[in-house]
């Protein structure tokens, strides 16, 4: 395991997962091809993607004392996700997901049902200076966010770096966007907020913060958007492209990276994809490298993960890789 340490604060429950040839139309009766229990929830899943590519990770996530509350414990211990920080409610039941895939079209919908309750601000206010001991960097994916702000607080006070996973609005969350250090979010939130994935990266860069926001966009890869950084010293990556843009008076670098090589027919299904690409980018960040090879380091293990049924089944481990492909 490498000696640095990540903990993930936010959502961990479980999948049903149905796979059907094409997505049910309304008042029809048709059969699965497969029915599949498996972990899922955006924080648990990008901790499952680090501790497979060996990084130590704690998660912080809020469970019930039921049966799916224990499959998700020992889905974590079989990964090596270390659980002694993971919140146990007696008599609540687990968040569970339920996601219908279509073969065909090669889409994935989730029916959420969440449990009773999130992890809270008094969760944070008792044990979280507790949880920060030895943490090299923080991943907040947007959950329980007026906890995360509270954590995100300590986090500043201790300089631990921290990334965000922006998967939609939610209440506290202009709070959070203030203290955190890198931001991955999706083309989908930025059309929930009639802007383009540009004009998204640059409101979420006037934080002082920030210091570089993350776009994907499924299929058609990953942007990445940062103040320009006239010293930096870029690596030549054939697959990503360059530009540098103006918005009120401030350049920006706009790095594009597309998704990485996939036949259709091996994408076995899309739920996690995004998860298993944050988990890149963290690796990347601590591991220093440049933003080039950090986007298609992310966009490998994304596509990695498409070739599995659920969030996890194929997260690739880290003797998998042949890293001189980065190269």
């Keep these: 395991m490498s000696e640095k340490l990540v903990l993930t604060f936010g959502a961990a429950c479980i999948d049903y997962i149905a796979v059907f040839d ?11 091809q497969s029915l599949t229990l498996c972990g899922g929830g955006n924080a648990g899943n990008t901790s499952t993607c680090l501790s497979r590519l060996n990084i130590n990770t704690k998660i912080v996530c809020k469970i019930g004392d039921d049966g799916n509350g224990k499959k998700i414990l020992q889905d974590f211990k079989n990964d090596n996700v270390n659980t002694q920080e993971v919140l146990i409610k007696q008599g609540m039941t687990t968040s569970l997901t339920y ?31 507790s949880w920060l001991n030895g943490i090299d960097l923080v991943h907040f994916d947007s959950r329980s966010t007026p906890a995360a702000v509270e954590l995100a607080r300590l986090v500043k006070q201790n300089n631990i770096l921290c990334t965000l996973d922006l998967e939609k609005y939610r209440p506290s969350l202009e709070n959070l966007l203030l203290l ?11 059309l929930s907020c009639n802007e383009t994935p ?3 990266a640059v409101r979420l860069l006037k934080s002082d913060r920030c210091k570089f926001v993350v776009i994907t966009k499924g299929k058609d890869g990953s942007m990445l958007v940062q103040k320009r950084i006239l010293e930096n010293k870029n690596e030549n ?3 990503v492209s360059k530009e540098n843009i103006v918005y009120d008076d401030i350049e920006y670098d706009v790095i594009n990276c597309p998704s990485w090589p996939i036949d259709q027919k091996d994408i076995m299904d899309t739920t996690g994809a995004g998860d298993a690409f944050i988990g890149g980018i963290i690796f990347s960040i601590l591991q220093k490298w ?7 380091f992310a966009s490998y293990v994304a596509m990695r993960k498409l070739k599995g049924l ?4 194929t997260l690739p481990r880290l003797d998998e890789i042949n890293f001189s492909i980065f190269d």
Excluded: H, W
């Design 198 to 200: 540009v004009t998204t």
């Design 22 to 32: 094409t997505f049910p139309k309304p008042e029809d009766k048709v059969r699965t």
């Design 310 to 313: 659920g969030a996890r089944m």
């Design 180 to 190: 955190i250090d890198y931001i991955v979010t999706t083309e989908r939130y930025s």
């Design 237 to 239: 990556f054939n697959r």
């Design 99 to 129: 996601v219908i895939v279509d073969i065909t079209n090669a889409t994935r919908t989730c029916l959420f049902s969440p449990s009773a309750e999130e992890i809270l601000v008094d969760d944070v206010k008792k044990l979280g200076q």
């Design 290 to 296: 440049s933003i080039e090879k950090m986007m298609c």
